[in-house]
């Protein structure tokens, strides 16, 4: 039988959208104004100030206040691979932050991983966690001052310690290459300590008690659960805390003002100490920018990276 071709079309129905419910609605609107705040200071103080550094980093303004502004065009972006003077405070910068970065990741197991293993085994209350956490109340210039103090070659209440102890045969010197890079990891590690537990102690809540009580059951040795069982569930623990140490590490500046790096300790200059110098003692603010923002675009890649394998571990 032939179907007449004058026949309307019949568009498919769409479904209606669901209304949303009362309560619905007013738990959107808290939850706006609870996230209002913080949201309105990060567009003001960061996603703002950002597009206003753009058009510098294409002229050779030296500060903030210069009367005076050329156009360079993308000199600023090649000086690094161009520029020596550049390149001799740039490239050994970029190599003590690395050894820091990997140096101050390992503290975040030391630390953090143990604590909150221990916490999750032991079952310590909220006085301890309360204990731990109290670090992270300092600022990092204090942290700084205190590392310091307690590694001064001839007062410093830590070298007196360890000598006491035959850990050391010499006393540490905190403004040596050696000090600095062994010292601050720790120091920074320490005042996170708590911070990184919390990560930590949120992804063993997560495992399932039932999966933990099987395991036993069969005859499994700690070593076991916690290779077997517990790392494996904690990876977006894992990674949550890699991507946090990658911002607090590139970040780090209060820390290494204390230790001298902007007049008498030249080990301590990271990045950030480079930057900071640019910018503000020997005015060269665009290039300082320029190098800023060369080092925020891979470290920018691997963030949303690591946040896209830490949702598909989630899911």
């Given amino acids: 039988m032939e179907v007449p071709a004058n026949l309307p079309t019949v568009q498919p129905i769409k479904p209606a959208k669901p209304k949303l419910s009362k309560m619905q609605r007013s738990r959107i609107r808290s939850d706006w104004a609870f996230i209002a705040p913080q949201f309105i200071i990060f567009v003001v103080l960061t996603i703002v100030p950002l597009f206003i550094a753009i058009p510098i980093l294409f002229t050779d303004k030296a500060q903030f206040n210069d009367p005076q502004v050329n156009p360079v065009g993308w000199k600023n972006f090649t000086a690094v691979f161009t520029e020596r003077s550049v390149q001799d405070d740039y490239l050994p910068a970029l190599q003590k932050t690395v050894i820091f970065v ?20 032991v079952g310590f209350k909220g006085g301890f966690f309360t204990i731990v956490y109290m670090p992270l109340m300092l600022s990092g210039l204090a942290t700084g001052y205190a590392a310091v103090m307690l590694f001064a070659q001839e007062t410093g209440t830590g070298n007196l310690l360890l000598m006491k102890a035959g850990i050391i045969k010499e006393q540490i010197n905190i403004y040596s290459a050696t000090g600095t890079a062994f010292i601050l990891p720790l120091m920074v590690g320490w005042r996170y300590a708590g911070y990184n537990m919390a990560i930590f102690l949120s992804g063993l809540l997560s495992i399932p008690t039932e999966t933990i009580e099987a395991s036993v ?99």
Avoid: H
């Fill in 102 to 121: 990997l140096l101050n990741y390992s503290t975040i197991y030391i630390f953090g991983l143990s604590l909150a293993l221990l916490m999750y085994e």
């Fill in 217 to 315: 059951v069969d005859g499994a040795s700690y070593w076991q659960r916690l290779f077997r069982i517990y790392f494996p569930q904690m990876l977006p623990s894992f990674i949550l805390a890699t991507t946090m140490c990658l911002i607090g590490s590139f970040s780090v500046f209060d820390e290494l003002v204390a230790l001298g790096a902007t007049y008498v300790n030249p080990e301590a200059k990271l990045l950030s100490i480079i930057f900071f110098t640019y910018g503000f003692q020997i005015d060269r603010l665009a290039m300082g920018m320029t190098l800023a923002l060369e080092t925020f675009v891979p470290l920018m890649l691997l963030g949303i990276l690591l946040q896209r394998l830490q949702r598909r571990l989630q899911y």
